[in-house]
Structures are given as C-alpha cells and as structure tokens.
C-alpha cells in the first residue's frame, strides 16, 4: 500500500508579511475613524452654538427694529401732539427745527471765528512782548556797552600840570571827552571858537587870540577878567592854562585842543561855584 503525504498548515513568510500589513491598515482605520467621529461631534457643537448666537442676535435687532419704529411712533404723535398745540403742521416743524439747526451752526462758526481772532491777538501781543523784551535787551546791552567806552575813555583822559604849577583835573583832548567831563559835573566847562583880532566873552571872562602856529602847535592869547588883561604867551596843544579871577580868587583853566590858521578851538572850565555868565537879553 502506497503512503500518501500529509499536506502541511505551515504559512511561507509571504502570507505572514501580507497579514501583518493588514492588521495596520485595519488599525489605522479604524483610528480614521474615530478621529473622524470627534471632529464631527466637536464641529456639531460649534454649528450648534453659532446658530444659538445667530438666533438670539436675530432676536436683539427685531427687538431693537421693534423698539425703533415704537419710538417713532412715538415721536410722530408727539409731533403732531407739539404741532398742534403750536398750530403748526409737521413741515412747518421741520423747517422750524432746520432753521435752529441753520441758527445754531451759524452761532458756532461765530464763535469759533471769535476764538481765533482772539488767539491771533493773544498771539500777536506774545510777539509784541517778546519783541519789546529783545529791544528792552538790546538798550541793556548798548548801555553796558556805552558805560564800558565811558569808562575806557575817561581811565584814557590824564591829570596835568597847569601853567601855573597847579595839578588840573582831567583833560579833555576833543568833544567827545568833554561831554565825559560835563557828564560828571565836578566843573562847569564852556566850549568855544575863536579867531585872531577879535575879543569873545567865554563864562565871566573875555579872550583874545594874537597869534596861532600851526607848525609847532602853538598859540598866543590874553584874558581879561577883573578890568585886568593876562597874557598866555607860547601855550602848546592840550596844556592846561589857568588863572584866578572873581573876588573869592577861584582857579579857572583852559585848554585848547585844536589850532588853525587864525584859530583856536578848546575850552574854559570854572568851579561849580563860580559866577554863571550873563546872557545877554534876545540870545
């Protein structure tokens, strides 16, 4: 009797391979699945509350809506209410609002006009001040500069012996330093011009001028004063000369500080005490 050979149940690694990739996709469909399930529950959920807020947002503006046309019903009656007491019909009322409205516009373009006029004023004046305030510096400033060339110029001016061995007091060598002098008023100080062959009355005094070298700066010239005549012979430019007069003997200087042909040009100092000139009456 012949064997027969048993048929063996044993998988290749081919079968085993394709049942292993099964169960995986199996398994990630399922896995598929169930996420789909949570996001379609979780989205059911959100259309549900979206249609809850769109249905009571719906509700709010029919009630809002519902609200509105009450009030103008309500509006409308008192109009009408108003027109009535008033005699007027609802246009007139209108146009009676309107013109308030036109009225009440104007008054505020008025008033904003009002408001920058008055700012421009305001502003105008701020500049105006501060104007005032730069001007007001700048005196300052010219005055500090005035008092310092004042200063300068007298610490310039010097002390001189005068003919008469007597020491003077500043000597002014132009027009400008002696309206130093006269500034301080510690004399009285008279200018004056004058010209060869004629006599001139200067404070109390009279002079006369006999000669004038320009050359070496010279000049000549006699003083009457007390019915006496005193000859100031060979004086030089800028030399204090001085002399006595008046019956309490006071100390008058002179000094010339500028000579031309047949001129002199300076001037008489005397103490604040001494006698003032007479002016002679339509001078």
Do not use: C
């Amino acid at each position: 009797m012949s064997e027969t050979p048993e048929v063996s149940e044993q998988h290749t690694p081919e079968q085993r391979s394709y049942s292993s990739l099964f169960l995986l996709l199996l398994a990630a469909a399922v896995v598929a699945a169930i996420a789909g399930l949570v996001w379609s529950y979780s989205l059911a959920g959100r259309l549900t509350h979206a249609e809850a807020q769109l249905s009571a947002a719906q509700q709010q503006n029919q009630n809002l809506t519902s609200a509105l046309d009450a009030t103008n019903a309500r509006l409308k009656v008192t109009s009408e209410t108003l027109g009535h007491s008033l005699g007027m019909t609802q246009k007139q009322l209108e146009e009676k609002a309107q013109e308030l409205l036109r009225r009440q516009d104007a008054s505020t373009k008025r008033l904003e006009s009002a408001q920058a006029a008055a700012q421009q004023q305001i502003s105008s004046v701020s500049t105006d001040v501060s104007g005032v305030k730069t001007d007001v510096g700048g005196v300052k400033t010219d005055l500090s500069e005035t008092k310092t060339q004042l200063q300068n110029t007298e610490a310039q001016m010097q002390k001189m012996t005068g003919d008469l061995g007597l020491q003077s007091g500043l000597i002014a060598k132009n027009h400008d330093e002696l309206e130093i002098l006269k500034h301080k008023g510690d004399r009285n100080y008279y200018e004056f011009t004058l010209n060869k062959g004629s006599k001139k009355p200067i404070s109390t005094v009279t002079l006369e001028l006999k000669k004038a070298d320009t050359k070496h700066s010279r000049y000549t010239l006699e003083v009457y004063a007390d019915d006496k005549k005193i000859e100031k012979k060979d004086r030089g430019l800028n030399e204090p000369v001085q002399f006595y007069t008046g019956k309490d003997n006071l100390l008058y200087e002179m000094v010339v500080n500028n000579i031309n042909k047949n001129q002199i040009q300076g001037y008489v100092s005397t103490p604040k005490n001494a006698p003032q000139p007479v002016v002679p009456s339509g001078q």
